[in-house]
């Protein structure tokens, strides 16, 4: 996600509510007016502060206490902005191979594989762009290997 989008998805506020303002990123979600000092949370600071006052608060309750969405709390669960309870008889799945997790896409061992073979796409792509280069820009001569500029001692 990239910064506008997470700017629309998580609902972060602009100008102040107060005063119209401009609201100056704190940190963890939070918003300060840089004119009348105004406090205010995007979507995942207002998750935030409600589940570090209520561990183990379900997604529903979270919604009702705060108006974010479960979609946009199930979100943040997916990005690993914010994780399960320990406690919790909820638990997310692995993309790949089903295994519970807390928070994120994969478990820990399909996020290895996963990296792994971006890692090799990666490598494979860098080959192929490195062999139509020197294709391209070697000389591709039957003298290659042979320098290319020789002084003639008769001149």
């Known amino acids: 996600m990239d910064g506008l989008e997470l700017i ?45 006052k209520r561990k183990g608060a379900t997604a529903m309750e979270v919604e009702a206490a705060t108006g974010v969405s479960q979609r946009t709390i199930r979100r943040m669960l997916k990005d690993a902005r914010i994780e399960v309870a320990n406690d919790s008889q909820m638990f997310l799945r692995c993309e790949l191979c089903g295994k519970s997790i807390r928070s994120g896409r994969y478990c820990a061992e399909c996020e290895m594989k996963v990296h792994r073979k971006f890692e090799d796409q990666q490598r494979a792509a860098h080959l192929k762009n490195m062999q139509e280069h020197t294709h391209v820009y070697g000389s591709g001569h039957s003298d290659e290997g042979h320098r290319r500029f020789v002084h003639d001692k008769n001149q």
């Open 8 to 52: 629309d998805a998580y609902h972060v506020p602009i100008h102040c509510e107060k005063c119209s303002g401009v609201m100056v990123y704190q940190g963890v979600g939070e918003y300060k007016c840089e004119r009348c000092g105004f406090i205010d949370y995007d979507d995942y600071g207002k998750v935030r502060c409600y589940i570090e």
